[in-house]
């Protein structure tokens, strides 16, 4: 990692609106690195939200670093670190941004280790004047990484269907909720956005044919297609890991059941032959099970299914209600939403122990989806009346909401990682 | 809620019921009784478009207009929480609906499916096909004819009342009647 090493962001989408968001981030991690993200120089100067506070607020909203205040010390090159000054700080990060003759921006950046006087990451980067967010996003990846061992989620996105009124959009945002877009919007409903593992295509529910209908829409043409638009209702895409298929659920037979289909919406396959309500499938990371949401024990609980079909073995036995199961990166755990007692939970379920954690305190938490580094978990919750995202690290101890300035956000899904 | 589900044993029953035809034409003569409007001679099948009128106004109309056979005034039917079956209570308007179906061949109706808030927003769109399935399923039996009918859930996506409590909720968990 020595040296400067050149990226340039590719083009991404335009069109970004500036949302503000209330940001509120409560709980901490076990153990917290302390580190200090410095103001980079010439950051003022560069239109939009200073790209060390993008970096900043990434890595605090993880739970896993302490954000030391500079207090006054401004180095933006190694030379001008003197490390006596920065005691009890473990990482310190530093750079500049300059705009380019071309327009253009060109941002640096280090990684230092401040016990041992070391460069851990030198980065410069090249990129349109509208990408800093972006790169900011790419910076914390890219320390989160050398000081967790894990892969960072900072650059992925998500998707959610944002209501006001009659008035539904389609939208994809930063991890951290900025940069809103709006990729569908329309006076019908929207439900049930799923990304395509390539990160290049989102499957949702629109009603704009007066009932429930699957399609796809590319983000890359924005070209929109009907994957299912058969009587009844045509519902809860899934990818699966390949992209080659989809699990759907349709109603044309009677109820809801489970589907199988093409990504071309060819080859039609049905699953599930209950006569109760089977719905929101979801893929195994390995593509070999379904879990999915079924009434057939009298109540909504999660059940699991080989991909072709056979005995559904039922997975939940908490009280109440259990719905929209969802599982985790490394295939161990699912994470779904628990209703009991008028409320709804984010609870997390190991496959081996069996053993159920409720990750967060109740209220009206719905449809969690993981990172893609099995981290962190989105979902969506309420506060004073409107749907909001929040999120929840997935040991339960970080607990983070966001609130955008307008409209009811629901049906919230985290996007894969997208391949450089 | 196991308080609500008990209650409700009866009304599954019927579901039972409604869901075997044979069962069903048995008991038909001694589940007479539809809609006292229903019977009434009254104002041919006007507009109905919206299905939200309030049923006091329809009946009005109804005992006005004495004519050929009159469209049921009740044009919803409510639900128990996560319960799917047509009521007890509300066999007779959704007979009426059907006789007045079998009457007016050329008429057709869209049974609209809708569930409160309470569930995943697939679970409850799957709850609302189902509701309207149902009703669609006594409507046959009661003389409608299946090309006469179309079904379609909104589940939780059109609440008719928004507030988040159960006066709100109880008026969500409805299929509607609409007519073309």
Same mark, same amino acid.
Request: aromatic share 8%; net charge neutral.
């Given at each position: 990692?020595?040296?400067?090493?050149?990226?340039?962001?590719?083009?991404?989408?335009?069109?970004?609106?500036?949302?503000?968001?209330?940001?509120?981030?409560?709980?901490?991690?076990?153990?917290?690195?302390?580190?200090?993200?410095?103001?980079?120089?010439?950051?003022?100067?560069? &239109?939009?939200?200073?790209?060390?506070? @993008?970096?900043?607020?990434?890595?605090?909203?993880?739970?896993?670093?302490?954000?030391?205040?500079?207090?006054?010390?401004?180095?933006?090159?190694?030379?001008?670190?003197?490390?006596?000054?920065?005691?009890? #700080?473990?990482?310190?990060?530093?750079?500049?941004?300059? %705009?380019?003759?071309?327009?253009?921006? =060109? #941002?640096?950046?280090?990684?230092?280790?401040?016990?041992?006087?070391?460069?851990?990451?030198?980065?410069?980067?090249?990129?349109?004047?509208?990408?800093?967010?972006?790169?900011?996003?790419?910076? &914390?990846?890219?320390?989160? =990484?050398?000081?967790?061992?894990?892969?960072?989620?900072?650059?992925?996105?998500?998707?959610?269907?944002?209501?006001?009124?009659?008035?539904?959009?389609?939208?994809?945002?930063?991890?951290?909720?900025?940069?809103? %877009?709006?990729?569908?919007?329309?006076?019908?409903?929207?439900?049930?956005?799923?990304?395509?593992?390539?990160?290049?295509?989102?499957?949702?529910?629109?009603?704009?044919?007066?009932?429930?209908?699957?399609?796809?829409?590319?983000?890359?043409?924005?070209?929109?297609?009907?994957?299912?638009?058969?009587?009844?209702?045509?519902?809860?895409?899934?990818?699966?890991?390949?992209? /080659?298929?989809?699990?759907?659920?349709? *109603?044309?037979?009677?109820?809801?059941?489970?589907?199988?289909?093409?990504?071309?919406?060819?080859?039609? /396959? /049905?699953?599930?032959?209950?006569?109760?309500?089977?719905?929101?499938?979801?893929?195994?990371?390995?593509?070999?099970?379904?879990?999915?949401?079924?009434?057939?024990?009298?109540?909504?609980?999660?059940?699991?299914?080989?991909?072709?079909?056979?005995?559904?073995?039922?997975?939940?036995?908490?009280?109440?209600?259990?719905?929209?199961?969802?599982?985790?990166?490394?295939?161990?755990?699912?994470?779904?939403?628990?209703?009991?007692?008028?409320?709804?939970?984010?609870?997390?379920?190991?496959?081996?122990?069996?053993?159920?954690?409720?990750?967060?305190?109740?209220?009206?938490?719905?449809?969690?989806?993981?990172?893609?580094?099995?981290?962190?978990?989105?979902?969506?919750?309420?506060?004073?009346?409107?749907?909001?995202?929040?999120?929840?690290?997935?040991?339960?101890? #970080?607990?983070?909401?966001?609130?955008?300035?307008?409209?009811?956000?629901?049906?919230?899904?985290?996007?894969?990682?997208?391949?450089? | 809620?196991?308080?609500?589900?008990?209650?409700?044993?009866?009304?599954?029953?019927?579901?039972?019921?409604?869901?075997?035809?044979?069962?069903?034409?048995?008991?038909?003569?001694?589940?007479?009784?539809?809609?006292?409007?229903?019977?009434?001679?009254?104002?041919?099948?006007?507009?109905?478009?919206?299905?939200?009128?309030?049923?006091?106004?329809?009946?009005?109309?109804?005992? &006005?207009?004495?004519?050929?056979?009159?469209?049921?005034?009740? #044009?919803?039917?409510?639900?128990?929480?996560?319960?799917?079956?047509?009521?007890?209570?509300?066999?007779? *308007?959704? %007979?009426?609906?059907?006789?007045?179906?079998?009457?007016?061949?050329?008429?057709?109706?869209?049974?609209?499916?809708?569930?409160?808030?309470?569930?995943?927003?697939?679970?409850?769109?799957?709850?609302? %096909?189902?509701?309207?399935?149902? @009703?669609?399923?006594?409507?046959?039996?009661?003389?409608?004819?299946?090309?006469?009918? *179309?079904?379609?859930?909104?589940?939780?996506?059109?609440?008719?009342?928004?507030?988040?409590? =159960?006066?709100?909720?109880?008026?969500?968990?409805?299929?509607?009647?609409?007519?073309?």
């Amino acid at each position: 990692m020595r040296g400067w090493l050149g990226l340039i962001l590719g083009a991404c989408m335009t069109m970004s609106a500036h949302a503000t968001l209330d940001i509120e981030i409560t709980g901490a991690g076990e153990h917290q690195t302390p580190i200090s993200v410095v103001r980079f120089g010439g950051e003022e100067r560069i &239109a939009g939200q200073p790209i060390s506070s @993008v970096v900043s607020n990434d890595l605090l909203r993880t739970g896993l670093f302490k954000l030391i205040d500079p207090a006054g010390k401004a180095p933006h090159e190694p030379g001008e670190v003197r490390y006596v000054e920065w005691a009890g #700080v473990e990482a310190l990060v530093i750079g500049s941004v300059r %705009q380019l003759d071309d327009g253009r921006v =060109e #941002v640096r950046f280090r990684l230092l280790d401040a016990v041992r006087h070391a460069e851990l990451i030198a980065l410069a980067v090249t990129a349109k004047s509208d990408q800093v967010r972006a790169i900011g996003h790419r910076i &914390a990846d890219l320390v989160y =990484e050398k000081l967790t061992g894990s892969a960072g989620v900072f650059s992925t996105r998500i998707a959610y269907v944002n209501r006001e009124g009659r008035h539904y959009r389609l939208v994809m945002a930063d991890s951290d909720g900025y940069g809103e %877009q709006t990729l569908w919007s329309q006076n019908e409903p929207i439900m049930s956005p799923a990304w395509s593992p390539d990160g290049k295509q989102i499957a949702y529910v629109s009603f704009e044919r007066g009932h429930a209908t699957v399609f796809v829409q590319s983000l890359v043409t924005q070209k929109r297609t009907v994957l299912a638009d058969f009587s009844g209702s045509n519902s809860a895409p899934a990818w699966s890991p390949d992209g /080659r298929q989809l699990a759907i659920v349709l *109603t044309r037979d009677g109820s809801s059941q489970l589907y199988l289909v093409r990504a071309d919406g060819s080859d039609l /396959r /049905r699953i599930t032959f209950s006569e109760t309500i089977d719905t929101e499938p979801t893929f195994s990371p390995d593509g070999k099970m379904l879990l999915f949401t079924s009434d057939r024990g009298g109540k909504a609980q999660i059940y699991g299914v080989a991909v072709e079909g056979g005995f559904a073995e039922r997975l939940t036995f908490e009280g109440g209600n259990n719905f929209s199961p969802r599982f985790s990166p490394d295939g161990k755990s699912f994470v779904y939403s628990h209703f009991n007692g008028g409320t709804f939970y984010i609870a997390v379920q190991d496959f081996e122990s069996k053993q159920v954690q409720i990750l967060t305190p109740g209220g009206w938490e719905k449809k969690p989806s993981f990172a893609p580094n099995g981290k962190l978990i989105l979902f969506a919750t309420e506060s004073q009346g409107r749907g909001i995202l929040a999120t929840v690290s997935s040991d339960g101890r #970080v607990k983070q909401k966001m609130v955008a300035q307008r409209g009811d956000i629901r049906e919230p899904v985290w996007g894969p990682f997208l391949k450089q | 809620m196991k308080k609500l589900i008990l209650s409700l044993v009866l009304a599954n029953l019927l579901a039972a019921c409604a869901s075997d035809p044979a069962k069903e034409a048995a008991q038909e003569p001694a589940t007479t009784a539809p809609a006292a409007t229903a019977t009434e001679p009254a104002a041919a099948p006007a507009e109905t478009t919206a299905a939200s009128q309030a049923p006091a106004a329809t009946e009005s109309t109804a005992a &006005a207009a004495p004519e050929a056979a009159a469209m049921p005034g009740e #044009v919803s039917v409510h639900f128990p929480f996560d319960v799917d079956a047509v009521q007890p209570e509300d066999r007779a *308007t959704v %007979q009426a609906h059907g006789k007045y179906l079998s009457e007016n061949r050329g008429s057709k109706v869209r049974l609209e499916g809708n569930a409160d808030e309470r569930g995943s927003s697939e679970y409850n769109l799957a709850l609302g %096909q189902r509701r309207a399935n149902n @009703v669609k399923k006594l409507l046959i039996l009661s003389g409608a004819k299946e090309s006469q009918i *179309t079904t379609v859930s909104y589940g939780e996506e059109k609440p008719r009342a928004t507030g988040h409590d =159960e006066a709100s909720w109880a008026q969500n968990r409805r299929v509607d009647f609409v007519y073309k």
